[in-house]
Nanobody, 113 residues
Framework: QVQLVESGGGLVQSGGSLRLSCAASGIIFRRYTMGWHRQAPGKQRELVAIITRIDSINYADSVKGRFTISRDNAKNTVYLQMNSLKPEDTAVYYC???????WGQGTQVTVSS
């Protein structure tokens, strides 16, 4: 059974930074694509960034140049470094293992103006 546990969310001022972490268990982590999504109030969940097992990476246009996704296969963890945060980045951020259809519980990120 795949388990994903996010951490690192919080309240930050506009222009600030946060790093999210997602620890995975129940899978051979290095073999699979991992992703970060977010859902703001009243909006649909959207893809933020995705990293494949060979470190091919894609970002949503809205976060390019500000967010960085990375993975540490030795720690079974995927990260999302978020810089230059904006109020519109406020959302619940979810870790995702798309090949399993598995999601974490989410971590709240709030950016104040």
């Amino acid at each position: 059974q795949v388990q994903l546990v996010e951490s690192g969310g919080g309240l930050v001022q506009s222009g600030g930074s946060l790093r999210l972490s997602c620890a995975a268990s129940g899978i051979i982590f290095r073999r699979y694509t991992m992703g970060w999504h977010r859902q703001a109030p009243g909006k649909q969940r959207e893809l933020v960034a995705i990293i494949t097992r060979i470190d091919s990476i894609n970002y949503a246009d809205s976060v390019k140049g500000r967010f960085t996704i990375s993975r540490d296969n030795a720690k079974n963890t995927v990260y999302l470094q978020m810089n230059s945060l904006k109020p519109e980045d406020t959302a619940v951020y979810y870790c995702n293992a798309p090949e399993f259809g598995s999601w974490g519980q989410g971590t709240q990120v709030t950016v104040s103006s």
